[in-house]
T-cell receptor, first 114, second 112 residues
């Protein structure tokens, strides 16, 4: 298994500001995944982050709004830019286990935008 | 497109009893995986059980088992001998590799 640490665990942000979420894994992984879980909703994949290349974004998510960095094989950041109340969600970092369909998740970062 | 539907937003069960959570899905993939994840109040998602679609035998993990009906695209989770620690959100999902699609979840309450 992988141990995934996310920071911050929660934050309250003002409209129009940006916040960067950090994800640290205790082992080297090829791909890291960022999910969003809106209140009462399921998890939606935002993007896949590979080390050394640009992240691959899912439909409905753009780099200008959710820039991602992946400087090495154990670390990634997700920035939520120019936040609005609609961005209030839990943001989850995850990595694959090597078995298809199995992911390890961080505890998530709960953002509230006022 | 891949979709996952969980028709039960909430379920409850008495401790030691059995409960079944429903899930249906749709996919155009020929090779895919199905799974159930548990999200306790602490928020960390944990894989409960995983099923390869090409396998006819239903997966089991201790008190957790699935009823996989491929033709009907149904993938229900049965929890036997429910324990208080089973209380959580349960997400059904599917994927062909590491890109997973989840349902909206079922909140399970376990009553003592």
């Amino acid at each position: 298994s992988a141990v995934i640490s996310q920071k911050p665990s929660r934050d309250i942000c003002q409209r129009g500001t940006s916040l960067t979420i950090q994800c640290q894994v205790d082992s080297q992984v090829t791909m890291m995944f960022w999910y969003r879980q809106q209140p009462g909703q399921s998890l939606t994949l935002i993007a896949t982050a590979n080390q050394g290349s640009e992240a691959t974004y899912e439909s409905g998510f753009v780099i200008d709004k959710f820039p991602i960095s992946r400087p090495n094989l154990t670390f990634s950041t997700l920035t939520v830019s120019n936040m609005s109340p609609e961005d209030s969600s839990i943001y989850l970092c995850s990595v694959g286990s090597g078995r298809p369909g199995e992911l390890f998740f961080g505890e998530g970062s709960r953002l509230t935008v006022l | 497109a891949q979709t996952v539907t969980q028709s039960q937003p909430e379920m409850s069960v008495q401790e030691a009893e059995t409960v079944t959570l429903s899930c249906t899905y749709d996919t155009s993939e020929s090779d895919y995986y199905l799974f159930w994840y548990k999200q306790p109040p602490s928020r960390q998602m944990i894989l409960v059980i995983r099923q390869e679609a090409y396998k006819q035998q239903n997966a089991t993990e201790n008190r957790f088992s699935v009823n996989f009906q491929k033709a009907a695209k149904s993938f229900s989770l049965k929890i036997s001998d429910s324990q208080l620690g089973d209380a959580a959100m349960y997400f059904c999902g599917q994927g062909g590799s590491e890109k997973l699609v989840f349902g909206k979840g079922t909140k399970l309450t376990v009553n003592p």
